[in-house]
């Protein structure tokens, strides 16, 4: 006898929970998106003018090379070098070519300043600052952003 009154409890509670579960169109339907395998899942491509920093280089010093085209177009490298100035370390590893005669830059990551033809120079900012001193002569602080702007 207990275990038909067990057994009959067991169902009213089960229908009560049933019944209290469905049926009530007053609440809003929950779904469940399906997941996406990785091949459903895409990343939208970064814009053209975003570049990556990319680091060149080894040695204990560490510095921002940054390069600003005449269509402002900007790309970075975190630079590592042993060199002790701005201009040997990036000489040395062929993003930066100087001028033996006059001591101006001529490209800058590849891109030639063509003074004569479009009155753009190369232009040096420290941190911000534009400098006057020659990039040889700018000895490398770990953390500064060097940047290489063409301007006329």
Known sequence: MKKTVSIFISLIITACLLSACGGNENQPETTIAPSL????????????????????????NAFVFKVIDSENKTTEYLIKSDKAT??????????LEISEANGEIKHANGIYADNASTGLNWVLYVNGEKQTESVNGIEIK??????????K
Request: no cysteine.
């Open 37 to 60: 395998t990785s091949a459903e899942t895409t990343i939208p491509s970064p814009p053209e003018e975003l570049t990556y920093l990319t680091t060149i280089g080894n040695g204990a």
């Open 86 to 95: 701005v201009g040997e370390a990036l000489t040395n590893l062929g993003m």
């Open 142 to 151: 770990n953390g500064t952003v060097y940047t290489f702007k063409l301007e």
